[in-house]
């Protein structure tokens, strides 16, 4: 059974900085592609940042420059360093797998985290 625990989210001021965190277990992220995404109230999850299996990168048009997703193979965990934050970034972040990109671009991940909040005060 896969279980993925995200930690890191909390209060920040526009401007400031947080790290996300992504731990695994049932699953290597170094064999899937692992993506982070958000749900801002009212309007639809959407991803942000996703990284291969390989550990190649992408990121959604708003956040890239200001985003960075990486991976610890040895600690089997995958990270979000958000800089720059403004309040449009407030939202509950997942972390979610799958075997392919295509599920993660397509939203349909098979597996989630239960998500940390972020909120970023002006």
């Known amino acids: 059974q896969v279980h993925l625990v995200e930690s890191g989210g909390g209060l920040v001021q526009a401007g400031g900085s947080l790290r996300l965190s992504c731990a695994a277990s049932g699953i290597i992220f170094s064999g899937n592609a692992t993506g982070w995404y958000r749900q801002a109230p009212g309007k639809q999850r959407e991803w942000v940042a996703i990284?291969?299996?390989?550990?190649?990168?992408n990121y959604e048009v708003s956040v890239k420059g200001r985003f960075t997703i990486s991976r610890d193979n040895a600690k089997n965990t995958v990270y979000l360093q958000m800089n720059s934050l403004q309040p449009e970034d407030t939202a509950v972040y997942y972390c979610?797998?799958?075997?392919?990109?295509?599920?993660?671009?397509?939203?349909?991940?098979?597996?989630w985290g239960q998500g940390t909040q972020v909120t970023v005060s002006s």
């Open positions: 979610a797998a799958a075997p392919s990109l295509l599920r993660l671009y397509s939203n349909s991940p098979t597996s």
């Open positions: 990284i291969t299996g390989g550990g190649n990168t």
